[in-house]
T-cell receptor
Framework: DADVTQTPRNRITKTGKRIMLECSQT?????MYWYRQDPGLGLRLIYY???????NKGEISDGYSVSRQAQAKFSLSLESAIPNQTALYFCATSDLGQVTGELFFGEGSRLTVL | GQNIDQPTEMTATEGAIVQINCTYQ??????LFWYQQHAGEAPTFLSYNVLDGLEEKGRFSSFLSRSKGYSYLLLKELQMKDSASYLCADMDSNYQLIWGAGTKLIIKP
C-alpha cells in the first residue's frame, strides 16, 4: 500500500460543481501539501499545513480551500470548479525532523473540468 | 524574485552520460533538490545539495555552485528506465520549494 494515498485518482466534472480531493498518509509526517502540475509549468503550491491547527496559503490558493481533519488527512476542495482548474493534483508530506526536507508524493489525482 | 530554468527536453543514448543543468534565482536559499518523475507518476526524490560541490549517489550525481546559482544532475551509464522528467527545485527563505518546469529526458537504444 502507498504511504500517501489520494482519492479519487481520476475525476471528470462540470463547471460549477464542488469537488473534493482527499489525501491520507501513513508516514506519520506533520507537514502536508497540495500541489498542481500543468504541462510546461513547474509544480505549484496551493496550500500547506505544518500541523492540524496550521493552514497556509501557497502560491495559487484562489479558488481552492483545504481542511486538515487529522494529522494523517488533508483534503483539497474546489467550491465551484472551472475549466482552468483542469490539472494533475499531488498531495505530499514531509517530516519536520528531516534535514533534507524531502517530499513524499501521492500518486496524483487527475481532474478534468468541462 | 524566484525563477528556475532548465532545458525542456534532452535526448541521450543508452549507456552514455548526460548532464541536466538548472539555474536558479531565489531570494534566500536553503538547498537545491532534484526529483525524477516518470510519465503519469509521482515525483520521487533523487538528491539534495546545500553546500557547493558534487554529491555522488550511484549512477546519479548532483552538483551545486551557490555563487553561480547553478546546479546539474549527472546521469551515468544511462538505462532505458531513466527515461523520465527531471525536476529541479530550490528551497527559498521560507523553506518552500520553487520548482522548475522539468527536463524530459529521452533515452534511445
Amino acid at each position: 500500500d502507498a504511504d500517501v494515498t489520494q482519492t479519487p485518482r481520476n475525476r471528470i466534472t462540470k463547471t460549477g460543481k464542488r469537488i473534493m480531493l482527499e489525501c491520507s498518509q501513513t508516514k506519520g509526517h506533520d507537514r502536508m501539501y497540495w500541489y498542481r502540475q500543468d504541462p510546461g509549468l513547474g509544480l505549484r503550491l496551493i496550500y500547506y499545513s505544518f500541523d492540524v491547527k496550521d493552514i497556509n496559503k501557497g502560491e495559487i490558493s484562489d479558488g481552492y480551500s483545504v481542511s486538515r481533519q487529522a494529522q494523517a488527512k488533508f483534503s483539497l476542495s474546489l467550491e465551484s470548479a472551472i475549466p482552468n482548474q483542469t490539472a494533475l493534483y499531488f498531495c505530499a508530506t514531509s517530516d519536520l525532523g528531516q534535514v533534507t526536507g524531502e517530499l513524499f508524493f501521492g500518486e496524483g489525482s487527475r481532474l478534468t473540468v468541462l | 524574485g524566484q525563477n528556475i530554468d532548465q532545458p525542456t527536453e534532452m535526448t541521450a543514448t543508452e549507456g552514455a552520460i548526460v548532464q541536466i543543468n538548472c539555474t536558479y534565482q531565489t531570494s534566500g536559499f536553503n538547498g537545491l533538490f532534484w526529483y525524477q518523475q516518470h510519465a503519469g507518476e509521482a515525483p520521487t526524490f533523487l538528491s539534495y545539495n546545500v553546500l557547493d560541490g558534487l554529491e555522488e549517489k550511484g549512477r546519479f550525481s548532483s552538483f551545486l555552485s551557490r555563487s553561480k546559482g547553478y546546479s546539474y544532475l549527472l546521469l551515468k551509464e544511462l538505462q532505458m528506465k531513466d527515461s523520465a522528467s527531471y525536476l529541479c527545485a530550490d528551497m527559498d527563505s521560507n523553506y518552500q520549494l520553487i520548482w522548475g518546469a522539468g527536463t524530459k529526458l529521452i533515452i534511445k537504444p
